[in-house]
């Protein structure tokens, strides 16, 4: 089920809820949000659905694509999605339409994140190959990365990436070469975010959290109320 909070999560209300006993991705929907209204999601079923009005309600959507690994938006009006069947597609009016990104032979995408409209990475050929692009996925330049990561960001003075066994790796050269920094956890690390110029944040499994203040040079553990149940992913609206 799909939960909405307009009060600093004091209070949530259910705004959306499984369907066909199929479920969504781990139990939830893979969703992206444009602005405060307009979002998109898709199901492990392969359905698909976009909101106008913040999630209270949604409409079901026919697309040209069966379900979607991820979903993200760049802008107001921009977003990017890797389907199941490994395409990369690009909706320029908040979902309500994609299309598949021209992409050359052999490629298949596993995940794509984009900073900015122009500016994005993407994992491909089941998370073996990672690439960068400065043009809005018109062309895409490979980068190696350590061995385990599965998640990276761009920040203004750095970029970086996560992945297994707590590690970390922080790149001052746009990806050129890498360094390893100490997170204090063993745990898998599944997804990074930045939340400010400097400020970069972790999450993975054992309900871990942590923290660098100075663009994933320096970490510390953070401890959050609940349980120990794997974390996922991380997002700053």
């Given at each position: 089920s799909m939960y909405l909070s307009k009060d600093n999560g004091q209070n949530w209300t259910q705004v959306f809820r499984a369907v066909d006993g199929g479920g969504y991705y781990n139990q939830m929907a893979v969703v992206g949000f444009g602005d405060a209204k307009g979002g998109f999601m898709t199901d492990s079923g392969g359905k698909s659905y976009a909101t106008k009005?913040?999630?209270?309600?949604?409409?079901?959507?026919?697309?040209?694509?069966?379900?979607?690994?991820t979903v993200q938006f760049s802008s107001k009006q921009v977003g990017w999605l890797v389907g199941n069947d490994g395409h990369l597609y690009k909706s320029t009016d908040l979902g309500q339409s994609?299309?598949?990104?021209?992409?050359?032979?052999?490629?298949?995408?596993?995940?794509?994140?984009?900073?900015?409209?122009?500016?994005?990475?993407?994992?491909?050929?089941s998370g073996a190959q990672f690439a960068y692009t400065k043009d809005g996925a018109k062309t895409w330049i490979e980068m190696a990365l350590p061995s385990g990561v599965v998640s990276m960001r761009f920040g203004e003075q750095s970029w970086v990436a996560v992945g297994n066994s707590g590690g970390a790796y922080v790149s001052t050269d746009s990806g050129a070469t890498w360094n390893a920094t100490y997170t204090g956890t063993g745990s898998a690390l599944n997804a990074v975010a930045f939340s400010d110029a400097k400020t970069v944040w972790a999450v993975g499994g054992?309900?871990?959290v942590i923290k660098s203040e100075d663009g994933g040079s320096k970490w510390a553990l953070v401890k959050l109320p609940g349980g120990s149940g794997a974390l996922r992913d991380i997002k700053f609206a």
């Open positions: 009005d913040g999630g209270m309600t949604w409409e079901a959507k026919s697309v040209g694509f069966n379900g979607a690994r994609w299309t598949a990104v021209p992409t050359a032979s052999g490629v298949s995408f596993s995940a794509a994140y984009f900073q900015t409209d122009t500016l994005g990475w993407s994992q491909r050929n054992e309900g871990t």
